[in-house]
């Protein structure tokens, strides 16, 4: 099982972009399934979640601009991220938490980085 990750861009401030993740392999379900993110020189922190309910939860810096959906037929987890600053500027990856399978459990993977650039 492994997650994939695509979407990346450089942008202008103001403008959108919209990630992708999907998980490749004979799944059964994910619990949760979210996007974190890694600034230079600063600690990977986590950006937005979604459960298999469709629950979400964001950090605080992007309520309001970035919108986490999943896709649970195919397991895939996307990020709408509108209105972007400069400071949202990142290396971005998948997460997932949970993942059943007809050989075992995953307690967790991640997607490999996809960069985001904002200019002003």
């Known amino acids: 099982v492994q997650l994939q990750a695509s979407g990346g861009g450089s942008v202008q401030a103001g403008g959108s972009l919209r990630l992708s993740c999907s998980a490749s392999?004979?799944?059964?379900?994910?619990?949760?399934m979210g996007w974190y993110r890694q600034a230079p020189g600063r600690e990977r922190e986590l950006v937005a979640t979604i459960n298999r309910r469709g629950t979400t939860d964001y950090i605080g810096s992007v309520k309001g601009r970035f919108a986490i959906s999943r896709n649970n037929d195919n397991n895939t987890v996307f990020l709408q991220m509108n209105s972007l600053k400069p400071e949202d500027t990142a290396v971005y990856y998948c997460?997932?938490?949970?993942?059943?399978?007809?050989?075992?459990?995953?307690?967790?993977?991640w997607g490999q980085g996809t960069q985001v650039t904002v200019s002003s």
């Open positions: 997460n997932a938490e949970h993942i059943a399978t007809p050989d075992r459990m995953y307690p967790e993977l």
């Open positions: 392999g004979s799944i059964f379900s994910i619990r949760l």
